[in-house]
């Protein structure tokens, strides 16, 4: 059965600090990981998408990194600001199959 | 360009009420996924559209059906609802069936349903 699993499940940070959210999986065969942000009560909004060839991708302060070999990924924040506050889903697909969702990490970032 | 849209964004029902959620896809995009996200969880595959047919399924019961409309709008139907379908319903649009793609899929702001 294909699984992602987050960690941690909710985190609260500094205004300005760093932190890594985790995310592990379990998909086969796989094709490619995705990032989201996802604000209470909106859609997710897409931040990153790695295929098995790349091990790094950013986007202004949000930078991803891909170990196929663990099934490992983790998505890192730069110097944090409020308005990170959000939900942040990991999504990994299998072949050209359906998306497989992690729970997202919960991320709160106090002034 | 407008993005994806869906409508109402709340809506407040009764068990055993039937139920119809509404979604534009971002413009130029011909396929449609619909999910749903109770609190605190992760969105969970319902079903996809493309070509105005059902392409794939999630695990979810016949109560929950589709339709796709020639300029590919959708429609999710939820009939008999329980308490538990009180959820946050997100549509998301895609340029092709293939989730395995790197194309981004777009998702709307959602649909609020409470099943009181």
């Known amino acids: 059965k294909n699984q992602v699993e987050q960690s941690p499940q909710s985190l609260i940070i500094l205004e300005g600090k760093n932190c890594t959210l985790q995310?592990?999986?379990?998909?086969?065969?796989?094709?490619?990981l995705r990032w989201y942000k996802q604000d209470t009560g909106r859609g997710p909004v897409s931040l990153t998408i790695?295929?098995?060839?790349?091990n790094t991708k950013s986007n202004g302060r949000y930078t991803a990194t891909l170990d196929a070999d663990t099934k490992q990924s983790s998505l890192h924040i730069t110097a944090s600001q409020l308005s990170d506050s959000a939900s942040y889903i990991c999504?990994?697909?299998?072949?050209?199959?359906?998306?497989?969702f992690g729970k997202g990490t919960m991320l709160l970032v106090s002034p | 360009d407008a993005g994806v849209t869906q409508s109402p964004t709340h809506l407040i029902k009764t068990r055993g009420q039937q139920v119809t959620l509404r979604c534009s896809p971002k413009?130029?995009?011909?396929?449609v996924s619909w999910y749903q996200q109770a609190l605190g969880q992760g969105p969970q595959f319902i079903f996809q559209?493309?070509?105005?047919?059902?392409?794939q399924r999630g695990n979810f019961p016949d109560r929950f059906s589709g339709h796709q409309f020639p300029n590919y709008s959708s429609e999710l139907n939820v009939n008999a609802l329980l308490l538990g379908d009180s959820a946050l319903y997100l549509c998301?649009?895609?340029?092709?069936?293939?989730?395995?793609?790197?194309?981004?899929?777009?998702f709307g702001p959602g649909t609020r349903l409470t099943v009181l």
């Open positions: 559209y493309y070509e105005e047919e059902e392409r």
């Open positions: 995310c592990n999986y379990t998909v086969s065969p796989f094709s490619n």
């Open positions: 413009s130029g995009h011909d396929t």
């Open positions: 790695m295929t098995f060839s790349e």
């Open positions: 998301a649009s895609s340029l092709g069936p293939y989730a395995g793609g790197t194309d981004t899929q777009y």
């Open positions: 999504v990994v697909s299998a072949g050209y199959s359906t998306l497989t």
